[in-house]
């Protein structure tokens, strides 16, 4: 099974600015739709961007023209770009892929959740 592997999570002010990464084992992301899902004690866990296969995005509106994904050439790895980060983003981030999508929105997931990587924005 294909393993993916968080990393870049940490802490930052309001207002700051964090890169997240998604390592695949293979070159899967030019197969596969990806997202990213992030999950508090509070909430249940929720999608917030999708990346499709064939390059689409999706975003939560809670995210919307904040987050950013994208993926490398080698289809390796793919990264959620956070900007303007608001303390309600604070969560741990997971990625997973997509069973499918619909209308660029990941549905459905093709593995066990990782680690994820722990995003905390606070002053």
């Known amino acids: 099974q294909v393993q993916l592997a968080e990393s870049g999570g940490g802490l930052v002010k309001p207002g700051g600015s964090l890169r997240l990464s998604c390592a695949a084992s293979?070159?899967?992301?030019?197969?596969?739709?990806v997202g990213w899902y992030r999950q508090t004690p509070e909430k249940q866990r929720e999608l917030v961007a999708t990346?499709?296969?064939?390059?689409?995005?999706n975003y939560a509106d809670s995210v919307k023209g904040r987050f950013t994904m994208s993926r490398d050439n080698a289809k390796t790895t793919v990264y959620l770009q956070m900007n303007s980060l608001k303390p309600e983003d604070t969560a741990v981030y997971y990625c997973?892929?997509?069973?499918?999508?619909?209308?660029?929105?990941?549905?459905?997931?093709?593995?066990?959740w990782g680690q994820g990587t722990q995003v905390t924005v606070s002053s």
């Open positions: 990346l499709t296969s064939g390059g689409s995005t």
């Open positions: 997973n892929l997509c069973l499918t999508t619909v209308q660029a929105r990941c549905l459905g997931l093709r593995r066990s």
């Open positions: 293979e070159s899967i992301f030019s197969t596969y739709a």
